[in-house]
């Protein structure tokens, strides 16, 4: 059967190009190996059901091991109104997931299931259940969020650490390692009260030991699917050279990275003159595409944003606004980001992937355009014989727009305003043919570097605050050495003055071998 890049459910090696996970299997089968109990948290279409399928399938071929997988997902609420309801809930999935690789165990369970009506009864069970196998017991459980919010889970769980606590004891011998799958950490679930104002954090799982395993994939985990590719399909491609661009879209995120490869081997390739050769541009056409669909993961994305005031304004103030927050992992707002996707961890705090970043920012820009007049906007007015943008051009229309729509305004605004006007402004220009990246830099101008990708041409624009003669020299030094690493000899320079004698000013600027056109606004 002819492999695909897979961007839904579990990927299966037999029919899917996967990414080379084996280094993180190493890492989670030697917890495993230890005894220990622990949650793999990470966000949707992280590869939490294809690790743990992979686990089970080395578990199963084990000597030493015998693997038990359950998924709690669509399992019918009645199962969870009882502490009875649930352990025979779990004995019978216990019976199903050992009916073919251990019959005897779910022989023996068929014959317990009638006298399971509590959790002690449920603990006595496990126990004679280890006693059965010579092997140790491995127990599995993936979409573990859907039993989150039930009293009677968290009571499972109880159970299962008091027995671990007491696992040395004969009577209370029970599993030797578990592994649970979901999108939060057992320490952040709640449970329903019967007053559904109510709710309690709890943390029956303190037992467990953090998970941390780098679930993301880097580019030497990217080239071997690519290259596994190349083979099959008889492709070329600079395959180190794609997979360093597909992880700088990405950071890695596993579903990220499959979808631009699937756009590219099933969309883009078959239009090409030459349908046997992979390119950059293949890659940033691909990112364009992923941008305007509309997908699962996309559409949770956002839903978490407007689900949350707290995290949508976070995350505002980091795209928008610009602003440089210290990552803390004991900021709620900010774990419920890290547990969404949304951010990661970089000494600041930082969107996951330049895809969300991008996603994110059209979408708030897209809100603001209301504001700004379109016949500012219109994409088409700016775009060259070449096929990319009169930046300059764009760049006195926004200093046209500024001075008749907010010609009087002080610095706070600025501060607070000025770039998150342009970003909306920007937005209907690039019109889906390109896409901004923006790299905050620290300073007292507030510098903001945008990296504008519009078809094949990119262009460089810095965004600052005025605070004299002496900062803009620096300024102009910092921009030209920017300019440098991405090998462009032409730049752009915004800057917001609230200088009352400030003149609406436009400049062209040589600067250390650079061309630098500038306007005060």
């Known amino acids: 059967m002819k492999k695909e890049f897979n961007i839904a459910g579990t990927c299966y090696p037999a029919l899917h190009y996967m990414m080379d996970n084996s280094a993180k299997l190493e890492k989670v089968m030697t917890l495993i190996e230890g005894g220990k109990y622990f949650t793999i948290n990470r966000p949707r279409q992280y590869g939490k059901t294809t690790i743990l399928h992979a686990i089970n399938h080395v578990l199963l071929n084990s000597t030493e091991f015998l693997p038990i997988a359950l998924n709690f997902q669509g399992i019918d609420d009645k199962w969870h109104q009882s502490d009875e309801s649930f352990a025979q809930m779990f004995v019978r999935q216990l019976i199903k997931a050992t009916q073919y690789h251990a019959p005897h165990l779910s022989d023996f369970l068929k014959n317990r299931l009638l006298s399971i009506e509590d959790m002690d009864s449920l603990s006595d069970t496990i126990t004679e259940l280890v ?161 305007k669909e509309n997908n699962t993961n996309f559409d949770s994305l956002i839903k978490n944003l407007e689900n949350h005031a707290d995290l949508y304004d976070l995350v505002k103030r980091i795209i928008m606004e610009g602003e440089t927050i210290p990552f803390n992992q004991y900021n709620p707002v900010i774990y419920q980001g890290v547990l969404y996707g949304i951010f990661k961890q970089n000494g600041q705090l930082k969107m996951h992937n330049r895809l969300y970043e991008q996603l994110v920012y059209d979408y708030m820009a897209s809100r603001m355009l209301t504001n700004i007049r379109q016949y500012f906007n219109y994409g088409g007015h700016f775009v060259t014989e070449e096929k990319g943008l009169d930046m300059k051009a764009v760049l006195l229309k926004f200093q046209q727009f500024m001075k008749e729509e907010y010609s009087k305004q002080d610095k706070s605004f600025y501060e607070r305003q000025g770039r998150v006007i342009f970003l909306a402004f920007l937005n209907p220009i690039l019109n889906g ?89």
């Open 433 to 521: 043919y390109g896409y901004a990246f923006r790299e905050v830099q620290a300073s007292l101008e507030k510098r903001l570097d945008v990296v504008i990708t519009y078809l094949q041409h990119r262009y460089i624009i810095e965004l600052k605050l005025w605070y004299g003669g002496e900062y803009h020299e620096k300024g102009l030094n910092q921009l030209a050495d920017y300019l440098t690493i991405h090998g462009l000899e032409k730049g752009f320079l915004i800057i917001f003055d609230d200088r009352q004698e400030k003149t609406w000013a436009n400049q062209d600027i040589q600067h250390q071998g650079k061309e630098i056109f500038a306007v005060w606004v």
């Open 131 to 291: 006693y059965q196998e010579t092997k140790k017991l491995v127990l599995l459980i993936d979409e573990v969020d859907a039993s989150a919010n039930y009293l009677p889970f968290l009571k499972f769980l109880g159970m299962l650490r008091n027995k671990y606590l007491d696992r040395v004891s004969r009577q209370n011998y029970t599993f030797h390692s578990i592994v649970l799958a979901g999108v939060h950490d057992i320490k952040s679930f709640k449970y329903k009260l019967r007053n559904p104002q109510e709710a309690h954090y709890n943390s029956p799982w303190n037992i467990a030991v953090e998970f941390e395993v780098d679930m993301s994939f880097h580019p030497q985990e990217i080239i071997p699917m690519l290259q596994s590719y190349c083979l099959a399909e008889n492709v070329k491609m600079d395959v180190p050279q794609i997979a360093e661009r597909l992880y700088y879209h990405t950071s890695g995120y596993p579903f990220l990275v499959s979808k631009l490869c699937k756009n590219i081997a099933e969309k883009i390739l078959p239009e090409k003159d030459n349908p046997t050769q992979w390119s950059l541009n293949d890659v940033e056409t691909s990112v364009r595409m992923l941008l």
